[in-house]
């Protein structure tokens, strides 16, 4: 599965964004859709996740701010990030997270894309 991540740019404290993560399977053939981050510093961190049968996921600080959604006839998958603050400033990755036969539970990642809070 091959993702090309897309969206993030420079915003200021309270603004918005909107990522995309196009793949290259159908949605209906990935098990698990997801969003990482990685904060200068720090360490990679699970934002949200879509799975194919399921409920919707958050971190806990970004609940009620972002919002993980997925259209099936252009395989993307968003994250719709409101009310945005100097500490959502990270790399965002997009995640597919798939079972394969013979192989088990895989996990593809794309290239992220900068997300830089800041007045």
């Known amino acids: 599965v091959q993702l090309q991540a897309s969206g993030g740019g420079l915003v200021q404290p309270g603004g918005s964004l909107r990522l995309s993560c196009v793949t290259s399977e159908k949605l209906s053939r990935i098990n698990e859709m997801a969003w990482y981050r990685q904060a200068p510093g720090k360490e990679r961190e699970l934002v949200a996740t879509?799975?194919?049968?399921?409920?919707?996921n958050y971190k806990d600080s970004v609940k009620g701010r972002f919002s993980i959604a997925s259209d099936s006839a252009k395989n993307t998958v968003y994250l719709q990030i409101n009310s945005l603050k100097p500490e959502d400033t990270a790399i965002y990755y997009c995640?597919?997270?798939?079972?394969?036969?013979?192989?088990?539970?895989?996990?593809?990642w794309g290239q992220g894309t900068l997300v830089t809070v800041s007045s």
């Open positions: 879509l799975p194919l049968t399921g409920d919707i």
């Open positions: 995640n597919a997270h798939n079972y394969e036969v013979g192989i088990g539970y895989r996990d593809y």
